[in-house]
């Protein structure tokens, strides 16, 4: 059964996630921020990491580039809510740059989870 790591500090979204997931015959891992990520990672690496961009103390660009740079075949989506724009500076773009394979902005619908996650984990 294929594996996938939620890294999301919100409880409610990573909640979704699982059962969406689940019910689509994946195995889930959750994290609350990038640090328990990387653990979790390490531990017992997923088929593909589903990683929030914006969280507290150590957040999703970084651990995108750490997991990367540690495992360089790692699978990850980067996703977020936020609005992202700082000028022209976009931070799924910015976390496409470091190696995550897709992105998906928050909320998205609830069809995409899995259609994005069959296509990364088929690859």
């Given amino acids: 059964m294929p594996s996938v790591l939620i890294v999301d500090d919100e ?10 997931l689940e019910q689509t015959g994946y195995l889930v891992m959750e994290a609350r921020d990038g640090k328990e990520g ?23 660009l970084e651990s995108i580039m750490t997991l ?3 495992f360089p075949l790692a699978r990850v989506i980067a996703i977020t809510g936020e609005s992202d ?12 740059m470091l190696g995550a394979r897709r992105t998906l902005r928050k909320p998205f619908e609830t069809k995409a989870l899995p259609d994005a996650v069959a296509v990364e984990i088929a690859e």
């Fill in 11 to 20: 409880e409610q979204v990573r909640q979704v996630m699982r059962e969406i």
């Fill in 38 to 60: 990387l653990e979790r990672y390490r531990a017992n690496p997923a088929h593909l990491v589903i990683m929030d961009v914006f969280m507290p103390d150590q957040d999703g």
């Fill in 68 to 70: 990367r740079r540690e």
């Fill in 85 to 96: 724009m700082i000028s022209t500076l976009d931070f799924l773009d910015v976390a496409k």
